[in-house]
């Protein structure tokens, strides 16, 4: 079988010289729409990799590499949101103003809130959460029973904000993907342990991602209620300063303390340290704000109407994507969490008319081979067929995208054992391995 009969074998999703991941980086200091934006490490790595194209300030085009690892993100949130209980839906994004009238939001958001008028002349807005959404939605149902709650709704939607100063990419975005959950409780006491099993499964899902997060005692800012967390992924390009105890549990957002202070307000003996943070998920335990106002309500043991409980938990998917990004990489190339890279594997076939270019068969066969043997990894495997290009600078590119590993097929593939070179990029090692030896591996 000739290389160019197998190669059109394989899907041209799996093949790098067909994949639309355009480097648009000289645009940036063209565009003048966006000179005003500031950029950093995530944004520019984004760019050059072809994962996002900006559009117009604080908005981005999503390209197909970046919506397979949003779309990995999405499927890792929805698991854990599961594990607690959680129920996907989808709510609205064009919300209507009398809403937001009602719960005073509409003049406490100001400029923040995206305003527009349908052909009638009423008012709406672009969603930038949806508290008032999801109560109205609840208190629609008659005959909610104790027996239903907790109820724990969440939804992964475009949020729009008009931010003062969108910048640093997908981190500051005036278009960008959430996930709100609401919750909805009979007491003080279940929404508490409601509260504190989202807390947890965010952990958990910081953890998974291999990124350190941090829980921080929070502001609760226009949203209301009573208690409320942060959680934060440590970074001097970050926007909250943090503050943590050096002898204690103690940590929280400076927003919180009135006065800058170093001594610890909860053990009084250890110091603060102060780091920066990015802001990537809140949680605020909200009581009967929303549903006193919106008369959620539930009929209880003794069959009587009654106010429910609430909290409400976001997390910033697309600031996920890039924090991650900030946090993992370097400046040459994106390193992604393993569970939500675009892509597991590229693999290299060696440079067309050079001494060894035969092997090019058996890299298409170990791309076919991988697909079949383990399931899971059947579209996460792509060859880099321009081989036109030699394997240095398709490795470059290779780094600047970020696959967990690199398979490079060259000379030692054409051996009497044959091997093939794998890169791991977390460990940055390489080793020769045979064939069986990669599946194991995978
Ligand atoms: P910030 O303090 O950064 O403005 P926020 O406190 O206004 O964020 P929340 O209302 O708590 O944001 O929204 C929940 C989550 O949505 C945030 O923790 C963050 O991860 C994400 N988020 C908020 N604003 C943006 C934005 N402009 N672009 C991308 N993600 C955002
Ligand atoms: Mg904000
Ligand atoms: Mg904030
Ligand atoms: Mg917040």
Redesign the pocket.
């Known amino acids: 079988v000739s290389a160019s009969s197998h190669s059109r074998c394989i899907k041209p999703s799996l093949l790098v010289s067909r994949l639309y991941q355009p480097s648009h980086l000289r645009d940036v200091g063209q565009d003048s729409r966006l000179a005003g934006e500031m950029t950093c490490k995530s944004q520019m790595l984004m760019q050059q990799a072809g994962l996002i194209h900006p559009s117009n300030p604080?908005c981005y085009y999503y390209l197909p590499a970046m919506v397979r690892s949003m779309e990995k993100l999405v499927r890792v949130i929805d698991q854990e949101m599961h594990e607690i209980g959680g129920q996907k839906l989808d709510m609205p994004s064009l919300c209507s103003a009398d809403l937001w009238k009602t719960s005073e939001r509409w003049d406490l958001m100001g400029k923040e809130l995206f305003r527009l008028k349908d052909r009638h002349g009423a008012d709406y807005c672009l969603g930038?959460?949806h508290e008032e959404a999801v109560t109205t939605l609840v208190a629609h149902q008659a005959n909610l029973s104790y027996k239903q709650l907790p109820l724990l709704l969440y939804q992964i939607t475009r949020?729009f904000?008009d931010?003062p100063k969108?910048k640093f990419g997908?981190?500051?975005?005036?278009e960008?993907?959430?996930k709100?959950m609401y919750s909805f409780d009979v007491s003080e006491e279940a929404a508490h342990h409601t509260y504190r099993s989202v807390c947890q499964a965010y952990m958990r899902l910081f953890a998974r991602l291999g990124l350190r997060c941090v829980q921080v005692n929070?502001d609760t800012?226009n949203?209301g209620g009573t208690l409320s967390h942060?959680?934060q992924l440590p970074a001097d390009i970050g926007?909250?300063r943090l503050l943590v105890c050096g002898d204690c549990s103690f940590s929280a957002n400076v927003e919180t303390l009135s006065l800058d202070r170093t001594d610890c307000p909860q053990c009084k003996n250890g110091k603060l340290i102060e780091s920066k943070g990015?802001?990537?998920?809140?949680t605020?335990y909200l009581g009967k704000k929303y549903s006193h106002i919106f008369k959620a309500s539930f009929s209880n043991q003794e069959n009587k109407p009654t106010v429910a409980e609430m909290g409400c938990y976001?997390?910033?998917?697309?600031?996920?994507l890039?924090?991650a990004i900030e946090v993992m990489s370097t400046e040459e190339g994106i390193c992604w969490p393993g569970l939500i890279a675009p892509y597991q594997v590229c693999v290299l076939p060696p440079k067309k008319g050079s001494k060894v270019d035969n092997a090019v068969v058996l890299a298409e066969e170990l791309v076919h081979t991988v697909g079949e043997a383990i399931p899971h990894l059947r579209n996460e495997v792509v060859l880099d067929d321009r081989t036109q290009m030699t394997i240095g600078k398709r490795l470059k590119d290779a780094s600047r995208l970020g696959y967990p590993y690199v398979v490079v097929v060259g000379q030692a593939a054409l051996e009497e054992t044959p091997k093939f070179e794998v890169i791991c990029q977390k460990t940055g090692e390489t080793t020769f391995l045979s064939k069986e030896a990669v599946l194991d591996l995978l």
């Open positions: 604080g930038p959460t949020k904000r931010e969108p997908l981190l500051r975005g005036r960008f993907y959430m709100d929070a800012g949203i942060e959680f926007e909250d990015i802001e990537v998920g809140h605020f976001g997390l910033g998917v697309t600031r996920i890039a924090a």
